[in-house]
């Protein structure tokens, strides 16, 4: 598409977007009596409106039925997390058996390695990203420890080649081939949450399967953002989180996945909780744990409700857009972003800027910029003026335009703004 700089066509392209109306269904912060220019759904996705009436809905049934609620409430709690299943296995293109809403994303990746990092004298390593997030390095690094082994000659780190930001696939390929013998999981991100590269989850997994590896992925930026195909695309495990692109709020539940073939291995070692115990015995309160089959055997905890319910709504607004139409969106919001960064880098000298996410397919709904110079004074700037970006130290602005909210008029606006800093 040819785009134009001018709010008369950017107003233009949201006329046509089919999906214009679910900005509505969102409440988009204020500063300064005008709606924000929104970019952190990436961070922190916007407060669903229907959020508040599910929450209400859960504390009446506390507050009426006490107890009860657990299997007399409008959505009984004994089963809370069924009702989230199908949506979120959509999302990730899971089959509902594969898929289970619960605990936080950093806990269930532990709960995971449990069961899928079992390293062995001979094959022990992790292959993963250089500069993952940094939950990620920190569990990776106390994993290899608790299994006895020293992070130095355990974790292997794909980096960027010299003066690259992004890594090459081909590398991360190369990786796993020359570490064949010795690697025992294969742990990537989905989209990386500094440079928004897309990684190729397809290939990674059947890279690592063929020397004999598992390939685990964490899905933070990917959930609700990208294609997702993990039953087809034979991922053994995966976890996310719903507050980011998933819009359930600060610190709300997070999802797993476990690929079928698993489904029925009672003889994997996990960490196991009365939640996971097969259901038509969980209140017996037997000893000798008897898992259910699929991803909820993996469950510890009764269902965090309230956190539940913000989440149950939020995907049924996902399910409402549908993700092949928020893909799409998505792509073309991205494309204008960049198209307008980089006319207010051609028209205006003070701006320092590198793209450093790289060119689609490998990019989704994210831009990072490097900012060479005046990169604080740069992102002040924009807050002051109603943009709500992302800072990343040491020098990164990151940008989120996000498909159910985000409109190609906030961008054109961002890019004036932008166009406008003088340093
Ligand atoms: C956001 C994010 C996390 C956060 O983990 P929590 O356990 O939800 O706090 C972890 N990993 C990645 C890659 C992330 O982007």
């Not at 049934?61 to 809370?80: A, I, M, T």
């Not at 000298?349 to 989704?364: F, N």
């Not at 709904?365 to 970006?389: P, R």
Request: charge should be negative.
């Amino acid at each position: 598409m040819n785009f134009e700089n001018s709010l008369t066509f950017a107003q233009e392209l949201d006329k046509n977007d089919p999906l214009k109306t679910f900005r509505n269904e969102f409440f988009i912060p204020v500063i300064n009596g005008k709606e924000a220019l929104y970019f952190t759904g990436n961070s922190l996705g916007l407060q669903p409106k229907a959020a508040e009436n599910a929450l209400r809905t859960e504390l009446e049934d506390w507050r009426n039925l006490g107890v009860e609620g657990h299997f007399h409430g409008k959505n009984p709690w004994f089963h809370y997390h069924k009702f989230l299943t199908e949506n979120a296995s959509l999302i990730v293109g899971a089959k509902p058996i594969e898929t289970v809403v619960m605990n936080q994303l950093t806990s269930n990746l532990h709960f995971l390695f449990v069961s899928f990092y079992r390293p062995t004298k001979e094959r022990y390593k992790i292959i993963m990203e250089a500069g993952a997030f940094p939950s990620d390095m920190y569990l990776v690094e106390s994993q290899v420890r608790f299994h006895g082994f020293n992070p130095e000659d355990a974790i292997i780190e794909v980096k960027p080649r010299t003066n690259e930001h992004s890594l090459r696939h081909e590398d991360i390929i190369k990786t796993i081939e020359d570490n064949k013998d010795s690697t025992a999981l294969v742990f990537f991100s989905g989209v990386q949450y500094y440079t928004g590269q897309v990684f190729n989850i397809e290939e990674i997994t059947k890279k690592a399967h063929s020397i004999g590896a598992i390939a685990g992925f964490d899905l933070a930026h990917a959930a609700g953002n990208i294609e997702l195909k993990l039953h087809d695309w034979d991922v053994d495990f995966a976890a996310w989180c719903s507050y980011k692109y998933l819009n359930s709020g600060p610190g709300s539940v997070a999802g797993a996945f476990v690929h079928e073939r698993f489904a029925n291995d009672t003889e994997l070692p996990r960490f196991a909780g009365w939640w996971g115990h097969n259901e038509d015995e969980r209140f017996k309160m037997l000893k000798g744990y008897k898992p259910e089959p699929g991803a909820a055997g993996w469950q510890l905890s009764n269902a965090p409700v309230l956190s539940m319910a913000v989440h149950k709504v939020s995907l049924e607004i996902f399910q409402k857009a549908g993700m092949p139409h928020l893909i799409k969106k998505g792509k073309e919001l991205n494309a204008y972003l960049e198209f307008v960064i980089e006319k207010a880098i051609a028209g205006n000298s003070d701006l320092k800027l590198e793209i450093i996410t790289p060119k689609a397919p490998e990019r989704a709904c994210q831009i990072s910029m490097l900012t060479n110079e005046n990169g604080k004074a740069l992102f002040d700037f924009l807050t002051l003026n109603g943009v709500i970006a992302d800072w990343r130290n040491p020098n990164v602005i990151r940008m989120a335009p996000v498909p159910l909210y985000n409109s190609f008029e906030d961008i054109y606006h961002f890019g004036q703004i932008l166009q406008s800093f003088k340093a």
